[in-house]
């Protein structure tokens, strides 16, 4: 499951034939990741592991940031779950006896990526949107 975040992460690495977001330019981070102010448990896992695996391939370490404090048009956002930066974008939820809605969404916005799931309880949506 890991490996799928590779591919992600290659769109935005060298900006080149695809047209995305740089996350990554001359082994330097061009983009943030954001959460909540106080982000779910499993979206504050999501962020630490996008982080690890940004830096594990560019050796470039992208700050984490808050909905909060991030300067939205400064650069591009990674925004890892749900926070005020992804309102209006529908983002599975709910819960139900059969943990079936672990639904998530990745989406790109001009210059933000939005990687953003069911959060509810033990549901890991948005962690399986940063692997995937």
């Known amino acids: 499951m890991r490996t799928r975040i ?12 695809l047209a995305g977001p740089v996350i990554v330019k001359d082994g330097k981070p061009a983009a943030v990741i954001v959460t909540a102010a106080k982000p779910s448990e ?3 896992r999501a962020a630490a592991e996008l982080q690890k695996f940004v830096a594990l391939m560019s050796g470039a ?12 048009a400064a650069q591009p956002l990674l925004l890892v779950g749900k926070s005020l930066l992804v309102k209006g974008v529908e983002i599975p939820s709910g819960n139900d006896r059969n943990f ?3 639904g998530f969404v990745i989406k790109t916005a001009g210059n933000q990526v939005i990687l953003a799931g069911n959060e509810v309880g033990d549901y890991r949506g948005t962690e399986y949107a940063v692997y995937r």
Do not use: F, K, Y
């Not at 590779?6 to 034939?17: D, E, R, S």
């Not at 370490?61 to 939205?72: E, G, M, N, R």
């Open 6 to 17: 590779i591919w992600l992460l290659l769109l935005g690495l060298g900006g080149g034939a």
């Open 42 to 44: 499993s979206a504050a």
């Open 61 to 72: 370490t992208l700050s984490i940031q808050t909905d909060a404090t991030v300067q939205p």
């Open 100 to 102: 079936s809605r672990e």
